[in-house]
């Protein structure tokens, strides 16, 4: 069974930096995609940061480059959004998605191209 559990949300200031977590379990971070997405309250989900493993070809969503970077670590079966200058904007819950099969391209950001979630951890960024 798959499943990821993410962590490491909270409340900062503008300026300030928060580290995500998404701990995956039921498969092995070999191949596929994986991503972040994020949903503030009224607003659609929409992607933030993906890799495909494998290749480790990194996508950003132009709002966050240069000040959010994702990355996994194999030996923990661990994705992770490093979130730097925070702005209140970035205020949304965080979600990880996973998809075991293909690359990202053409399926990211698209939400319909992940079949695998965790149950989201909230961001709040105070000004």
């Known amino acids: 069974q798959v499943l990821l559990v993410e962590s490491g949300g909270g409340s900062v200031h503008a300026g300030g930096s928060l580290r995500l977590s998404c701990a995956a379990s039921g498969f092995s971070m070999t191949g596929g995609c994986m991503a972040w997405f994020r949903q503030a309250p009224g607003k659609e989900r929409e992607g933030v940061a993906a890799?495909?493993?494998?290749?480790?070809?990194?996508y950003y969503d132009d709002s966050v480059k240069g000040r959010f970077a994702i990355s996994r670590d194999n030996a923990k079966n661990t994705l992770y959004l490093d979130m730097n200058s925070l702005k209140p904007g970035d205020t949304a819950v965080y979600y990880c998605?996973?998809?075991?099969?293909?690359?990202?391209?053409?399926?990211?950001?698209?939400?319909?191209?992940?079949?695998?979630w965790g149950q989201g951890t909230q961001v709040t960024v105070s000004s």
């Open positions: 998605a996973a998809q075991l099969f293909f690359g990202c391209s053409g399926r990211y950001p698209s939400t319909s191209g992940f079949p695998y």
């Open positions: 890799i495909t493993i494998g290749s480790d070809t990194t």
